[in-house]
């Protein structure tokens, strides 16, 4: 099983500044095959990267993703209110076990 | 577009079989798409239950292997999730959604399920 793990566990910001977050992978996954989701309180996930670069459609190009192997990160370059949630990241790789990150939940400072 | 929503009881007793429909609606079961079930307890994050294709093919987390049957009902144009067993760490708000390829993209907005006596 390919275990992720996701840092910070909860990240601190402003609007208007920059987030990095971090998905770390137990092994090499291809590229092709991690995910980030932005999950809000009360609500289902939402796709926001595949191919740990593409952005789903409708996402804003503030968000963005990359990384290879075994280091992934989401970036959020500048902050909306609308932005403060929970993220995670998902990997296909380890069939067919489709594991989730714990998740970074993004709040506002 | 896709639109998907869960029906099941949304309280079970210890023991009992957990019993949940994902209806499609606004398209086909029966395209090139895998049919999934995440879960989430109260307050964590996010557990990959398993899958099926129209195919009938299936893939379970193995933690959940012998306890879990995902399906597909063509004829409904809705998909299945069962769990047997259940106890109290089944207690979750459970999640129907596709997967056209490595990525969900398409969820449902999810049934609580408790489990208690």
């Known amino acids: 099983e390919i275990v992720l793990t996701q840092s910070p566990g909860t990240l601190s910001l402003s609007p208007g500044e920059r987030a990095t977050l971090s998905c770390r992978a137990s092994q090499s996954v291809s590229s092709s095959y991690l995910a980030w989701y932005q999950q809000k309180l009360g609500q289902p996930p939402r796709l926001l990267i595949s191919g740990a670069s593409s952005r789903a459609t409708g996402i804003p190009d503030r968000f963005s993703g990359s990384g290879s192997g075994t280091d992934f990160t989401l970036t959020i370059s500048r902050l909306e209110p609308e932005d403060f949630a929970v993220y995670y990241c998902q990997q296909f790789g380890g069939s067919p076990m489709y594991t989730f990150g714990q998740g970074t939940k993004l709040e506002i400072k | 577009q896709v639109q998907l929503q869960e029906s099941g009881p949304g309280l079970l007793k210890p023991s009992e079989t957990l019993s949940l429909t994902c209806t499609v609606s606004?398209?086909?079961?029966?395209?090139?798409?895998?049919w999934i079930w995440v879960r989430q307890p109260p307050g964590k994050g996010l557990e990959w239950i398993g899958e099926?294709?129209?195919?009938?093919?299936?893939n379970y987390n193995p933690s959940l292997k012998g306890r879990v049957s995902v399906s597909v009902d063509k004829s409904k144009n809705q998909f299945s999730l069962k769990l047997t067993s259940v106890t109290a760490a089944d207690t979750a708000v459970y999640y129907c959604?596709?997967?056209?390829?490595?990525?969900?993209?398409?969820w449902g907005q999810g049934t609580m399920v408790t489990v208690s006596s």
């Open positions: 606004g398209g086909s079961v029966i395209s090139s798409n895998w």
């Open positions: 099926t294709y129209h195919s009938g093919s299936t």
């Open positions: 959604a596709r997967r056209p390829y490595y990525a969900v993209d398409v």
